[in-house]
């Protein structure tokens, strides 16, 4: 039989995996096919625009961008090359068909296609990733404020 004092280490262990392995895994755009230009350019600058604003990015979770890496790419690029779509020396350049990304961090993440004219067409996605002081979903149970 095995010891409570060994069960317990591992029960804690098992929970605790259980609780932070909540990330998501999020498709950009919320469907097949947003990572591109859009054929009709008036409504789609919003799409993606509208889709990030109304989506909850949480630390962990992996960001899916769907494209042919022939045509297009994604760059993470700075706020300041975010807001002026330039392209020239991203922190990062992604070319896989299927491009995960893991938003590891509590700050913002600026994409931007690195297919030109794009960007300025409205292809880029701001994910910004907030974490409140708990970021862990049994502290927020005992601890109603008001
Ligand atoms: C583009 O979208 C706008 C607004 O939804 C619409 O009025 C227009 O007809 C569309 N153009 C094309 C070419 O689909
Ligand atoms: C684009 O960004 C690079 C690197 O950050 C910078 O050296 C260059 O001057 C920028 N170009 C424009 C047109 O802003």
């Known amino acids: 039989m095995a010891c409570p004092k060994i069960i317990i280490p ?18 950009v755009g919320g469907k097949e096919n947003s990572w591109t230009l859009p054929s009709n350019s008036s409504e789609s ?3 993606l625009d509208e889709w990030a604003k109304n989506t909850i990015f949480e630390r962990g979770d992996i960001l899916i961008f769907k494209f042919d890496p022939k045509k297009d790419s ?14 020239s020396k991203p922190l990062e350049r992604y070319r896989n068909k299927k491009t995960l990304i893991e938003l590891d961090q509590c700050k913002p993440f600026y994409f931007i296609s690195g297919a030109k004219g794009h960007c300025q067409k409205g292809q880029k996605v701001l994910a910004n990733v907030v974490c409140g002081d708990t970021n862990s979903g049994i502290a927020s149970f005992g601890t109603s404020t008001k």
């Open 10 to 27: 591992i029960l804690t262990m098992v929970f605790l995996l259980f609780t932070f392995s909540k990330a998501k895994e999020i498709l």
């Open 45 to 47: 600058i919003t799409h």
């Open 74 to 87: 994604v760059l993470r690029v700075t706020e300041k090359n975010f807001n002026g779509c330039n392209t």
